[in-house]
């Protein structure tokens, strides 16, 4: 099939790890494929097809890397080498912009008990906004209404004092927070 002997060994490795990231694509691809062919869902909308873009790209920039590094094709390397630092530079601003969206966290500490209470007003104006948006909090409510969220918080806690005895995530707390001040679903 595929001989790697007579490849220097930075083209070596260039091509494994190439061929493994292309083949992780693969998964990527499917699922955003799969999320597309589910019936309309508020909670997957943003996510179909971008991450089907994302799988995409991931397979031609490591297919390019693996045929450059595989049969020494000099300009291909290049293009390969550039696309690969855009790449990267685009999923670090992702990440930075993610970062700067979900900080500060909302907790702020309560008298009495030993845990934190989180609101809106303690996370970053950018996803107040979002959230409180007449328009988008009706998705985020037709998407927690499709979870089941709300029945599956009455029939675990029957009691607030349960409830905050409960330990359970900041994402959660702030969602039951808005149950327990009467934000109807």
Known sequence: FLSLKNMGVSNKITAVLNFIA?????????????????????CIHLLRWPVVFIGILILLVSLAGFVSAYWN???????????????IALLLILLVLAFVV?????????????????????FSSWLRNHVTNSENWGKIRD????????????????????????????????????????ISM
């Open 73 to 87: 094709k000099q300009s291909l390397l290049a293009f390969y080498l550039f696309s690969m630092a855009v790449l």
């Open 143 to 182: 998407c927690l209404a499709e979870s089941n969220v709300c029945s599956k918080l009455s029939q675990d806690y029957l009691s607030p004092d349960q409830f905050f005895a409960a330990h359970i995530s900041p994402l959660q707390d702030v969602v039951s927070l808005q149950l327990f001040e009467g």
């Open 102 to 122: 979900t900080r500060p966290n909302g907790a702020y500490d309560v008298p009495g008990p030993a845990f934190d209470e989180y609101g809106l007003a303690g």
């Open 22 to 42: 292309l083949l992780c694509s693969i998964p990527i691809i499917a699922s955003g494929i799969w999320l597309a062919s589910k019936p309309d869902n508020e």
